[in-house]
């Protein structure tokens, strides 16, 4: 199964990157490639596994990603009011709806094939061996280490979404057992991040210009330079407070498991 959602998270990234300027056709593409994901993933399961695939259960899709776009779209917007309260961001000029709506298909598909390889694939199958704290440490180091790909990255941006994204969106998925949510805040914070407060998405430079145009003037440790306020500290101490919550709620729902001895079980 990692082996083909690897090809299927690669082939996926090569067509919204492509696209990626093109409009409606970028939003059409990507949410196709999202919901070709959750169905080749459902597949998957079922086949490999011999069981339903309840982590995309259709009937808590629509309640985890109306949370979780929200949950996302709030605290993208509290982390570049304290960057701005502290002159690092500076609205430029108006962008383009169009490319608002390009943005909104590629962080649609990224998201979904990036929460389904790594908690729905990744920290499931860590968990087994090492149990959840395990899953939560090496499926966040790996969800950093692929962020080094991108072109304007840097080992502190990597180190970043590593302790802000992979540590929170491994929580809400323990917390909740289903991606939907985990899905629904990565979505809302990067939709935010680059179609609404047109700033650079982990460090993802020449995509399309959001609904406006920014610059984010200042030291980096407090913008995130030219990796994006993901690199900021402020967006490590927003992100820490729901990845703090949703372990809470994973413990007291009896949800955190321990490392397993013996055989492995896959749930």
């Known amino acids: ?18 696209l990626r300027n093109t409009g409606l056709l970028a939003l059409v593409a990507g949410v196709l490639a999202a919901a070709g994901a959750v169905a080749a993933y459902a597949y998957l399961v079922r086949r490999l596994e011999r069981r339903p695939a309840v982590e995309v259960a259709r009937a808590a899709a ?15 917007t509290v982390t570049i009011a304290l960057i701005a309260l502290f002159g690092g961001y500076r609205v430029s000029g108006f962008g383009s709806v169009f490319g608002a709506l390009a943005i909104l298909g590629t962080m649609a598909a990224s998201a979904v094939v990036e929460e389904v390889l790594f908690r729905g694939i990744v920290f499931r199958l860590v968990e087994e061996l090492a149990g959840t704290r395990g899953a939560l440490i090496v499926s966040a180091l790996l969800f950093g280490l692929l962020h080094l790909t991108n072109p304007g990255a840097t080992i502190w941006g990597a180190l970043a979404i590593a302790v802000e994204a992979g540590v929170m969106l491994g ?18 914070w990067n939709f935010a991040e680059g179609g609404i407060f ?8 020449h995509g399309p210009v959001g609904l406006l145009t920014a610059t984010l003037p200042g030291p980096e440790a407090l913008t995130g330079g030219g990796f994006g ?3 900021s500290l402020f967006a490590i101490v927003v992100c820490a407070v729901p990845a703090v919550l949703f372990l809470r709620a994973a413990r007291r729902r009896g949800l955190m498991y321990p490392r397993r001895r ?6």
Request: hydrophobic share 55%; glycine share 14%.
């Open 198 to 205: 047109g700033t650079t998405v982990s460090g993802s430079e």
């Open 262 to 267: 013996g055989d492995l079980q896959v749930r």
């Open 1 to 18: 199964m990692l082996v083909l959602f690897g090809v299927v998270f690669v082939a996926v990234n090569a067509v919204t990157s492509a």
């Open 229 to 231: 306020p993901e690199a």
């Open 62 to 76: 629509v309640s985890g990603l109306r949370r979780g776009i929200l949950i996302g779209l709030l605290l993208f």
């Open 171 to 188: 929580a809400a998925y323990a917390a909740t057992r289903t991606l939907w949510l985990a899905i629904g805040v990565h979505f809302g």
